[in-house]
């Protein structure tokens, strides 16, 4: 098997590289971002997210009800688009291309991947070496 991997940050955070439709993007990754419906592989900044709107690689989904961190309930435009995880070295695609649903969260919050499109990635594994805080996808 071939293998990605990325070096946690400075900060403690792990950015991954991944397509957003033809855009190339670095996301926070986020273990934490997971829905009951396992359709939200993605929370992106307004500016990702219209950004995905204008390019027309965004298929509009209607307004979903979701918690905010003061537990006050927010409705957030959504909208479902095809991602692509990208090897960091040679930004080559891995895997078929995943359709996920996609949220418009609040401005200052970076964007980030969730578990549902890791789920999407058939015939991959994700290998989190904790020792050496290396997060990989050993991929066909």
Known sequence: ??????AVASDGRYWID??????PCRLMLDTG????????GFDLA?????RMGRSGQLLAA??????DASGAWVWLRCGFLAAQLLDPVTRVGIGAPVRCLAVRN???VPSRVGVVFFHGLAGCRVVWEL????????YP
Request: glycine fraction near 8%; proline fraction near 5%; include cysteine.
């Open 1 to 6: 098997m071939n293998r990605a991997c990325w």
């Open 18 to 23: 991944v397509a957003l439709g033809t855009n």
């Open 33 to 40: 971002l997971t829905d009951r419906a396992g359709v939200v």
């Open 46 to 50: 307004p500016t990702d997210y219209d």
């Open 62 to 67: 209607g307004p979903r009800m979701r918690q």
């Open 106 to 108: 609040f401005a200052n």
């Open 131 to 138: 020792d050496t805080r290396i997060w990989c996808v050993e």
